[in-house]
């Protein structure tokens, strides 16, 4: 699934357009993703935890539910 899938399920489940509700969605996503650049961690109840550290001049993140990590490089952005 993709966003455009993701907003399109949203729209359809509450009655929205799906600009609105792909709006909606980006804001919500790129909230996540600022807090996570801050060095904050992100805690959605019954989806999962998210962190964002630096580790060997690289920038580590993990799902915790999934107990594994991966690499992003320093000059990609989270997305």
């Given at each position: 699934?993709?966003?455009?899938?993701?907003a399109?399920t949203?729209?359809?489940?509450?009655?929205?357009?799906?600009?609105?509700?792909?709006?909606i969605?980006?804001?919500?996503?790129?909230?996540?993703?600022?807090e996570?650049?801050r060095?904050?961690?992100?805690?959605?109840r019954?989806f999962?935890?998210?962190?964002?550290r630096?580790?060997?001049?690289?920038l580590?993140?993990?799902?915790?539910?999934?107990?594994?990590f991966?690499?992003?490089?320093?000059?990609?952005?989270?997305?």
């Amino acid at each position: 699934m993709n966003i455009t899938e993701l907003a399109g399920t949203i729209a359809k489940e509450h009655g929205l357009s799906r600009a609105l509700s792909a709006r909606i969605l980006k804001t919500a996503l790129d909230t996540i993703r600022n807090e996570l650049k801050r060095g904050h961690l992100v805690r959605l109840r019954g989806f999962g935890t998210f962190q964002a550290r630096k580790s060997h001049g690289k920038l580590r993140a993990k799902f915790d539910d999934s107990k594994n990590f991966f690499d992003i490089q320093r000059s990609t952005h989270l997305k």
